[in-house]
T-cell receptor, first 113, second 114 residues
């Protein structure tokens, strides 16, 4: 009963390094999302994928890219990490984009030094 | 655009006290409203929801009523427990030209002392 699984849980990067955050869900959901969480700002949507084969920008997409590898997996890539990208990143999924009842992973805490 | 405003925390209560966390929203249409809870070290979990005006969402002793006239969705619980210590997020969802997405408030940390 895994739900949404994110890897890694923690990561420290140097400015300019690249990395990919992985997310997989086992609920046969169609839609997947990437959020970042910063103190006092709630969660902000980076990118989402309404269904396999589609991706769209959210509120704060700059500096990120995504890939919907298949129905289960949705990855987030930082090509050249910056200190402003220090945050906690959450992946979420839902049956469809309509409704708002999302299932979240446990998060990746990323620090860029 | 759509937005959600929550009372700032932390909110510190003694066990068995009454809890209210205020949430107000701004939206052009008729959104659905949600409360999510985040326990330490975990992702967000859906706590309750309401999809239309005057609906009451409830779960685990928590309640919130969708008040369209005051654009509010305040979270309440009659008697909190230490295990309720967490961060609570109010959120709205609606379909619009900008796409379908949840808009979150900034979160309110609740600390319950024995």
């Amino acid at each position: 009963n895994a739900g949404v699984t994110q890897t890694p849980k923690f990561q420290v990067l140097k400015t300019g390094q690249s990395m990919t955050l992985q997310c997989a869900q086992d609920m046969n959901h169609n839609s997947m999302y990437w959020y970042r969480q910063d103190p006092g700002m709630g969660l902000r949507l980076i990118y989402y994928s309404a269904s396999e084969g589609t991706t769209d920008k959210g509120e704060v997409p700059n500096g990120y890219n995504v890939s919907r590898l298949n129905k289960r997996e949705f990855s987030l890539r930082l090509e050249s990490a910056a200190p402003s990208q220090t945050s906690v990143y959450f992946c979420a999924s839902s049956e469809w984009t309509g409704g708002g009842g999302y299932t979240f992973g446990s998060g990746t805490r990323l620090t860029v030094v | 655009g759509d937005s959600v405003t929550q009372m700032e925390g932390p909110v510190t209560l003694s066990e068995e006290a009454f809890l209210t966390i205020n949430c107000t929203y701004t939206a052009t249409g008729y959104p659905s409203l949600f409360w999510y809870v985040q326990y330490p070290g975990e992702g967000l979990q859906l706590l309750l929801k309401a999809t239309k005006a005057d609906d009451k969402g409830s779960n685990k002793g928590f309640e919130a009523t969708y008040r369209k006239e005051t654009t509010s969705f305040h979270l309440e619980k009659g008697s909190v427990q230490v295990s309720d210590s967490a961060v609570y997020f109010c959120a709205l969802f609606q379909n619009n030209n900008a796409g379908n997405m949840l808009t979150f408030g900034g979160g309110t940390r609740l600390m319950v002392k024995p």
